[in-house]
């Protein structure tokens, strides 16, 4: 295997939704208080960061034409009991993937991870983060510790850092169900909880106005938003009729990016006409989709009903606008 960069032409797309997870990391959350069945979907899962994990994973990328893959930790964020423990677990991720991006050039980039809820210990890496590794944002989970959200107000000098950096930062489910025992009871956490937390996550950040707070930080949103481009006009109208949300949700919703990794085409094309084509970043959720249905993942957006420049777009175009690649 090569560690050179691998250069595509036209058609080299960026994966911007995609995870790694080494045991060593996931042995220090639950030595320090996570419980392993919050992490077990984690392992077994062709995700480690070793030589041989990730050559395996390159090989795949080369044949779905991936040219790029972007990595974080979430749902497997750095959140333990303990502020200290969290800040250690957020080092060990974030250097992990300080060292792959180094020794894959031009083959991964990464976002940071932050041990929320810890909001002093966050402050601490956001620095650390942005000045010393090469990221390209921050992955947030849209629950921390079963009832922390991203509307809490205590985030606001994080979102304020944040936004000193100009970052980007992308919202991952938990597979909590939302909270929700009509969801859990019935194991859909991920089935149908996931999107539904994709979703929520974002009309709550509305609602607290953060995306207009704090105007620099750009949003992207996993598995096409959930609900959302479905909604979109209920939502709107709730907004328009009843002064749900502080200022317009589908004009702030226009200004976000949210990634493919649903694979239904016409849930893409469906956002891609709600949102705008230009928002829209291809996304695979590996580890959780592999193999074929990792190229299936990018040939269902060249397959797409769409123009070839809203094709090429989706495909590579948006990930290097809004990560500057």
Not at 120 to 144: A, K, M, N, Y
Request: charged fraction near 20%; glycine fraction near 6%; aromatic fraction near 10%.
């Amino acid at each position: 295997m090569t560690n050179n960069p691998v250069v595509y032409g036209h058609d080299g797309a960026i994966d911007t939704h995609a995870h790694v997870f080494s045991g060593a990391y996931l042995d220090y959350l639950q030595e320090h208080g996570r419980p392993e069945r919050e992490i077990a979907i984690a392992r077994g899962m062709n995700a480690d960061s070793s030589e041989d994990e990730m050559s395996a994973r390159i090989e795949w990328m080369d044949r779905a034409g991936v040219a790029t893959q972007i990595i974080a930790a979430t749902p497997q964020v750095p959140s333990l009991p303990s502020p200290e423990h969290s800040l250690a677990a957020a080092r060990i991720i974030n250097d992990d993937y300080a060292r792959i991006v180094r020794q894959y050039p031009g083959r991964f980039r990464a976002y940071g991870a932050l041990p929320l809820p810890h909001i002093e210990q966050s402050l601490e890496e956001i620095p650390r983060i942005f000045g010393e590794l090469d990221v390209v944002g921050v992955s947030v989970s849209t629950i921390t510790q079963g009832d922390f959200f991203l509307n809490d107000p205590s985030l606001d000098p994080v979102w304020e850092a944040l936004n000193e950096h100009s970052a980007v930062v992308n919202i991952h489910p938990t597979g909590s169900g939302a909270c929700s025992e009509m969801l859990l009871g019935s194991q859909l956490e991920w089935v149908n909880g996931a999107p539904v937390e994709d979703a929520t996550a974002t009309l709550q950040l509305l609602k607290a106005d953060v995306p207009r707070r704090f105007p620099n930080i750009t949003f992207h949103i996993a598995h096409l938003g959930g609900d959302l481009p479905f909604l979109a006009r209920r939502i709107e109208d709730n907004y328009d009729d009843w002064d749900a949300f502080p200022a317009s949700p589908l004009q702030q919703m226009r200004k976000m990016y949210f990634d493919a990794a649903n694979f239904h085409e016409p849930s893409l094309r469906l956002a891609a006409e709600t949102f705008g084509a230009r928002q829209i970043l291809g996304g695979s959720d590996f580890p959780y989709f592999q193999k074929d249905k990792y190229v299936r993942a990018f040939n269902y957006i060249r397959e797409a009903n769409l123009g070839q420049e809203e094709i090429d777009a989706v495909l590579f175009d948006n990930a290097r606008t809004l990560y500057g690649l």
